[in-house]
């Protein structure tokens, strides 16, 4: 008689689909990624900002000689609204740092949370890519320009001129790199919203 009651005991508990703790399996809760989530999105605030401030200090003035001095010297600016590639970079870098700091709020608060809803996730993977998406553009353009004025373009009879602006094309390159750093960095992010969406699902 014992052993019977041992038995249906087995059998009951055999049958339960899922623990107490509400979730499908005995794993514990999925794992939350928005502490790392929340140190690369301030990781990309401060690429941005840095970005943004070398470019929009990006000037130079220089003395050229059009004609034999001292008739023919003439001042000569260099500022990154001449070109519409760099004034696309910093309307880029813009957008960037205020996405970012929306972002960085929302992950803060979302840390706290034991399991982020899929939705949230789906649209930080879809806002993520398209912060990408402008930044890749706008690098790969600003970069299109400062390759030219480095090496200069002989098919176009187009000529460097960091021979001549060399601090210009200094804070121009290094504001280039810095937003594509930016660049991987919401890359990165929309691997890990993608991760932790796809455990979520399979958890």
């Known amino acids: 008689m014992a052993t019977a009651e041992m038995t249906t005991q087995t059998t009951e508990y055999s049958g339960k689909t899922a623990p107490e703790s509400g979730y ?20 990309l605030l401060a690429s941005a900002v840095s970005a943004l401030v070398v470019l929009v200090t990006s000037k130079e003035t220089k003395v050229i000689a ?41 992950s803060c608060a979302l840390m706290s949370k034991l399991a982020p809803s899929p939705k949230i996730l789906f649209h930080l993977i879809l806002l993520d890519v398209l ?40 804070y121009t390159g290094s504001s280039i790199a810095l937003s594509l750093f930016g660049s991987i960095i919401l890359v990165l992010l929309v691997l890990i919203s993608a991760f932790s969406l796809y455990r979520r699902s399979h958890h």
Do not use: E, Q
């Open 24 to 43: 499908p399996n005995t794993n514990g809760p999925p794992v939350n990624y928005f502490r790392v989530d929340a140190l690369l999105r301030l990781l």
């Open 131 to 170: 912060m990408a998406a402008i930044m890749a553009s706008a690098t790969g353009a600003a970069g299109g320009i400062a390759y030219t004025g480095l090496k200069g373009n002989s098919h176009t009879n187009w000529g460097k001129i960091c021979n001549v602006y060399g601090k210009f094309c200094r």
């Open 66 to 106: 059009i004609l034999p001095a001292p008739l023919g010297m003439v001042k000569r600016d260099a500022k990154f609204n001449y070109s519409p590639a760099l004034i696309y970079l910093l309307v880029a870098l813009s957008t960037t740092c205020l996405y970012s700091i929306i972002t960085v709020i929302s």
